[in-house]
């Protein structure tokens, strides 16, 4: 049964806002209140989970549920214990990664008794020990191979609420207080998967079917999209609609670095073979459920993009002066306009230097 995204988007604001509402604020100095979670059915057998405005999605068979990201250890055994309850205790018997952040993927342990984790063949990759790719340009900037505080606070503080994480991350993250977190401290509470693809793979259960592609490099460099064929409904994170995504898909990308250290072509690239694929929605890891053809909407975005920065470039123009003339103006109603267009300007321009 396809989804109505316009119908169902309102919904869920709905109910997150009636969660909100229903928790009461913790006393000062008490424990931080959890974001707000819910369970919603999206389709038949297929139902959205979040915690805040990190979705994740699960398909229930006969024979057990496939889930997607496990998001985080609060979120995750929150998920294990609505899960038992409302399904009868059937077990989770895969966890499907849409990428390897650990903003997604951390948890996963609350389902390893029963599940097989399940990625693209790179998370082997940033799980190896070496710095992985990171989300919002929190690069190995002195190449010593672990996160050190300047390594957040450079792109926290460059661009607040943006990229980076919020100014008290390092602090919660460094569990052993040394001043510096290696990959391994990181990704403590991520569980590896023990099966990888590296183009497509194809999951049966319970008479039930689940393809997982790899569209390419983008916002990670181990990407999965799971398309759910009978519900035809898509799950992504990220590329499709970041963490500045909430219930509008019109909305200028987070460009943190030069695009996430992947070439624009790519991007572009991953969005096409998004569209190739036979669906009605996007569940996506952030924000509400849109149509398919926001997904055109946001590659043509891109497109326009690197037209006019690589134009620009070609005229011999500056940075400084590409920030001035390349307005973009078609997506002046989309959001963010007024906070990233220059962001997303100078992102393109280092990413078509840099991959050019
Ligand atoms: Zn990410």
């Known amino acids: 049964m396809p989804v109505d995204a316009r119908r169902f988007a309102p919904l869920l604001c709905a109910l997150a806002a009636t969660t909100a509402l229903a928790q009461p604020r913790p006393p000062p100095g008490g424990p931080p209140r959890a974001p707000p979670r819910e369970i919603t059915q999206i389709a038949r057998d297929l139902y959205r989970a979040n915690n805040g405005n990190w979705y994740t999605i699960f398909l229930v068979t006969q024979d057990g549920i496939l889930l997607g990201d496990p998001i985080n250890v609060d979120f995750a055994a929150w998920l294990k214990g609505e899960l038992d309850s409302r399904f009868a205790g059937k077990p989770v018997r895969y966890v499907v990664y849409s990428h390897s952040h650990f903003d997604h993927a951390e948890g996963g342990r609350a389902f390893a008794a029963t599940a097989t984790f399940v990625a693209h063949e790179n998370m082997l990759r940033n799980m190896d020990g070496r710095y992985p790719q990171m989300p919002g340009d929190m690069i190995d900037r002195n190449g010593n191979g672990v996160i050190d505080p300047d390594e957040i606070a450079i792109p926290t503080n460059t ?172 997506y002046r109603g989309w959001k963010n306009y007024d906070r990233l267009r220059t962001y997303n300007v100078e992102a393109a321009y280092r990413n078509l230097q840099l991959y050019r």
Not at 171 to 178: G, I, L, N, S
Not at 240 to 248: G, M, Q
Not at 285 to 304: I, L, N
């Open 159 to 330: 661009r607040p609420g943006v990229c980076g994480m919020s100014n008290n991350w390092f602090a919660t993250r460094d569990y052993d207080h040394d001043g510096k977190i290696p990959p391994q401290e990181l990704q403590r509470d991520i569980v590896r998967p023990s099966v990888v693809y590296s183009e497509r793979m194809r999951i049966e259960l319970g008479g039930q079917v689940v393809e997982l592609v790899h569209p390419g490099l983008n916002h990670s460099d181990d990407a999965t999209v799971m398309l759910f064929p009978a519900q035809r409904v898509l799950f992504a994170t990220e590329f499709l609609a970041d963490a500045l995504v909430t219930t509008d898909i019109h909305s200028l990308p987070s460009a943190c670095g030069p695009f996430d250290g992947s070439p624009l072509a790519e991007w572009i690239k991953s969005y096409k073979t998004v569209e190739a694929l036979d669906f009605d929605v996007v569940a996506p890891g952030h924000g509400a459920v849109f149509p398919k053809s926001g997904v055109t909407e946001t590659r043509e975005y891109f497109e326009d993009l690197v037209a006019a920065v690589s134009a620009g470039m070609a005229a011999g123009r500056s940075l400084e002066q590409l920030r001035q003339s390349v307005t973009l103006d078609k």
